[in-house]
């Protein structure tokens, strides 16, 4: 295991609904990264957050939304919600040292699964 | 921008024999990383091995190892003596450059390997 948690592990909601996914990082981690994962895809980037600010984000519309707190844990925020936000949501956490240096691994959790009715 | 192609229909292989899942790429930074990802039904990413852009011999942990071809932007990573717990999806991921602002992960579409006993 890696020590990333996310909850919940299943969840069903309706369009036009709001949601929201959370992720405990791996202690001392201070980066949370959120992918979503459609159906026999490849994740896909959402964004990040380094030390309780977004740092990069991905081809998501604004209805994606994010939080990282003081304890580095995060929150995914989907509004509206659209059929085709069904999906696996992985978040990542790792250390990152803000300067030019070594890559540093991403652990994942395991997944939080939103299907949209 | 960057891209990596994984373009294997599912794998079949022998329990105790080797296997190479191909993974290619695509970039216009001069420094990147490469990472191969384990994926069981669980949903759970979990790390294998990692091939900086700048190192100078191929990676190797334990049973896999990374057949790095820089020239032809190749990124294949070998199993060797399957065994069956080793079925599962794999994901190819580049991260770069290693001075960018976020450390986003791009994915291929994945490979799925069944391993039979």
């Known amino acids: 295991e890696t020590g990333v948690t996310q909850s919940p592990t299943h969840l069903i909601k309706t369009r036009g609904q709001q949601v929201t996914l959370r992720c405990s990082s791996q202690?001392?981690?201070?980066?949370v990264s959120w992918y979503q994962q459609a159906l026999g895809q490849g994740p896909q980037f959402i964004f990040q957050?380094?030390?309780?600010?977004?740092?990069g984000r991905g081809n998501f519309p604004p209805r994606f939304s994010g939080l990282q707190f003081p304890n580095y844990s995060s929150e995914l925020n989907v509004n509206a919600l659209e059929l085709d936000d069904s999906a696996l949501y992985l978040c990542?956490?790792?250390?990152?040292?803000?300067?030019?240096?070594?890559?540093?691994?991403?652990?994942f959790g395991p997944g939080t699964r939103l299907t949209v009715l | 921008a960057q891209k990596i192609t994984q373009t294997q229909p599912g794998m079949f292989v022998q329990e105790k024999e080797a296997v190479t899942l191909d993974c290619t790429y695509d970039?216009?930074?001069?420094?990147?990383?490469l990472f191969w990802y384990k994926q069981p039904s669980s949903g759970e990413m979990i790390f294998l091995i990692y091939?900086?852009?700048?190192?100078?011999q191929n990676a190797t942990e334990g049973r896999y190892s990374l057949n790095f071809q820089k020239a032809r932007k190749s990124a294949n990573l070998v199993i060797s003596a399957s065994q069956l717990g080793d079925s599962a999806m794999y994901f190819c991921?580049?991260?770069?450059?290693?001075?960018?602002?976020?450390?986003?992960?791009?994915f291929g579409k994945g490979i799925t390997l069944s391993v039979r006993p």
């Open positions: 990542a956490s790792s250390w990152e040292p803000g300067l030019a240096g070594s890559y540093n691994e991403q652990f």
């Open positions: 202690s001392g981690h201070n980066t």
């Open positions: 957050y380094y030390r309780e600010e977004e740092n």
């Open positions: 970039t216009s930074d001069p420094s990147y990383g």
């Open positions: 091939q900086g852009s700048y190192d100078q």
């Open positions: 991921a580049m991260r770069g450059p290693i001075t960018g602002a976020n450390s986003k992960l791009t």
